[in-house]
């Protein structure tokens, strides 16, 4: 049970030092929703959407447009509705627990997935192919995925808990999408401070702020271990080895 507890401790989905549970800028997000360029009344789609910060923005930038959030983290989905409620975009933003494979809606004139791809089973194709069957003839697809910058060392393997087969590089991930029907629009890439945030505000940051604040709780050790084995994990395993790529591509 403590394996849970320490996950809700550290969770994303609770820390609201997080506008959004990636590595990205204020100004790098404004560039993707200028790429996505979303038209009046445009149908959004953000499968794996978390609490839906960007889709909300994507939203709130086209008059008329909603949005649909799908995402199966119960206290994900539970933030999300809160902030479009007060934020006025309940009526057109709306969060549905369910898994992004299974979602049967399509036409939408924009499909967003960041950092979902597991969400399909098998690869990263089957990611891409399932998001270029979402969208209408000329419609766009938003797509963030893991890319290795460099050959990954022992190290980065181990401390992102991957093999090296896992994630290819920048040009091939672009190739891929090339092969399922999709044109990239914009390429863009997380850089090291937008990596170097999301660690120290996610759950390394969260974890390490409970646990000094919590010096007698009873899990106290087991947050503690858990970030230092994050801290590890990310400083001396896969910064600057891995990044998160994020492409805006035409259908």
């Known amino acids: 049970m ?3 507890e320490v996950h809700a401790i550290i969770s994303a989905a609770g820390n609201d030092r997080l ?8 100004e790098h997000a404004a560039r993707l929703i200028a790429a996505c360029d979303p038209a009046p009344g445009a149908r959004i ?21 909603t949005g649909d959030g799908v995402e199966t983290d119960p206290a994900a989905v539970a933030r999300g ?11 057109r933003v709306r969060f549905h627990e369910t898994p992004a494979a299974q979602w049967p809606d399509g036409g939408y004139d924009l499909a967003v997935s960041i950092g979902s791809s597991h969400a399909w089973p098998g690869t990263t194709r089957e990611a891409l192919t399932a998001l270029a069957a ?28 991957a093999g090296p087969e896992d994630f290819g590089s920048l040009l091939e991930l672009i190739r891929l999408a090339e092969s399922v029907g999709l044109r990239a629009l914009q390429v863009t ?21 409970w646990a000094l604040a919590n010096p007698d709780h009873p899990l106290h050790a087991e947050v503690t271990a858990e970030i230092d084995a994050r801290r590890t ?4 395993g896969y910064r600057s080895y891995l990044t998160l790529a994020y492409l805006v591509l035409g259908a």
């Open 134 to 161: 979402t969208v209408r003839p000329g419609g766009r697809v938003l797509f963030g995925e893991a890319v290795w910058v460099k050959e990954p060392t022992p190290a980065a393997l181990e401390g992102i808990g």
């Open 189 to 209: 890439v997380a850089d090291e401070r937008e990596w170097d945030l999301f660690e120290s505000e996610g759950p390394i940051g969260r974890g390490q702020r």
């Open 19 to 26: 506008t959004w549970n990636t590595p990205l800028s204020e």
């Open 81 to 91: 509705r809160k902030l479009a409620e007060e934020r006025g975009l309940a009526e």
């Open 233 to 236: 994990g990310y400083y001396g």
């Open 45 to 65: 789609v953000d499968l794996g959407s978390g609490w839906g910060e960007l889709l909300m923005r994507l939203v709130e930038s086209a008059p008329g447009a």
């Open 2 to 4: 403590s394996a849970e």
